[in-house]
């Protein structure tokens, strides 16, 4: 599977795109092209070839969670020499007004897992962690198995499952 997106350039028209969170809009127009310039995170568009318009973006980057917030099935599988598991974080995941409702979310979370996977059999990572915004993200990846951690709002998947979606 040929990844849908690329990484954010210049030539991108990031003040066109709106999501309808300001939280998510204003990243994309003001901070993110800092953000990596700085190696903060990776950021990732899925462009509409015909109209030049954003249709989404997610970013990535290292990560880190305790071990002891991980589920009890998993931690007993894992050494205890580790008391913090390196995993990789989807920081943001956004979709235009123009292209809700038409799976472009699922495209891209499907994208960030794909290339996470891709990275974790070069550089570990355990899992990809997501912090969602709102009760609406929240449910977003609960459909797609993310498990909740303990007090912290975080969710995440674990690689081993992320790798049964692709090999």
Known sequence: ???LTHLLAATHRKAEFSCGKEILDG???RQASQDVKRKLTACFIL???ASGLIQGYYTLSNNSIPLSVVPAYLQQKLPKS?????????GRLAI????????TG????VDALQRSYEISKTIGSFA???DPLDQEAENFYLKYGFIKLPDSGKMFLAMQTIKSLFE
């Open 106 to 109: 699922k495209l891209l979370l």
């Open 1 to 3: 599977m040929s990844q």
């Open 96 to 103: 235009d007004h123009r292209y809700q409702g038409q799976g």
């Open 47 to 49: 462009e509409d070839r």
């Open 128 to 130: 990809v962690v997501v």
């Open 27 to 29: 990243y994309l127009h």
């Open 82 to 90: 580790y008391t913090f598991l390196p995993t990789t974080l989807l």
